[in-house]
């Protein structure tokens, strides 16, 4: 990480998760300079202007739009690039069109710099993690996605509501696929320590199964409602970018469920998905084997079959 700048980011593509990535890093004072690049560079050029006037009220800061050659020396880059996600679409229905888009992002920025961490945003995100690392050749703990690590923000913020308790109090994984096949690891949740079916009984709350499935299915689905009312979702994505880089830049060696291919975990190998990993300056140290019970188990390598599937007609072409 030597030829890096640890205060630089760069964010490729200026959409709406880009730009709210790039306005949540701005507040977040991480970092002293910010490049966006974009396939229009105009856009890319608004989105700099608009944000940087907001900067005498934040940190001193270098925001603009560029090219990748000015990627050279960052520390982490974001990439959102890639087509949206419509109504009544599913993830992986984007999967062939982004694929498409990465063969030509990918080995561009790899053209440039080897020495940064890969923090692919843009969906499906865990066939475009895998993707991404075997068309950049970066070592596969310095490439890894967002993840889950928004669905299981959700679960935390309906299990907070739920039990009437701060989220940040909550502690839950959503693990597997960012997607249709996600599951909710309720074996080990617990609230503060409290295995979570004891602190519900606490609350008042006794029908643990129909709660589970509710607030599982709730968090699963709660990309398609916001889409359905607004068109797409950006806010929530764009505050877990702000909490990985700051995982990665502060090297906190937080555990996040970021999504990165698996080695053996629990029998899952050559696939990206998503498990608690320890995140820190090098990226992802290390995988945290988490309690499953049967059920969650199978239903991890289910998800990794869907996953599978797809990268093998996408890959095999």
Known sequence: MSKVNSRKVAIVGCGFVGSASAFALMESGLFSE?????????????????????????????????????????????????????????????????????????????????????LIVANPVDILTYAAAKLSGFPENRVFGSGTVLDSAR?????GEHLGVDSRSVHAF???EHGDSEIAAWSSANVSGIPINSFCEMRGHFNHQASMNAIAESVKNSAYEIINRKGATYYGIAMSVKRICEAIVRDEKSILPVSCIQHDNYGISDIALSMPAIVGRDGVEATVPIELNGQEALALHQSADTLRAVIDSIFEE
């Open 174 to 176: 959503i693990i597997g």
């Open 155 to 159: 679960l935390k913020y309906l299990l």
């Open 34 to 118: 910010m490049v966006l690049i974009d396939v229009s560079h105009q856009k890319a050029e608004g989105e700099a202007l608009d944000i940087s006037h907001g900067l005498p009220f934040a940190k001193p800061m270098s925001i603009y739009a560029g090219e990748y050659k000015d990627i050279s020396d960052a520390a982490i880059i974001v990439v959102t690039a890639g087509a949206g996600q419509k109504p009544g679409e599913t993830r992986l229905d984007l999967v062939k069109k982004n694929v498409g888009i990465f063969k030509s992002i990918i080995p561009e920025i790899a053209k440039y710099n080897t020495d940064g961490i890969l």
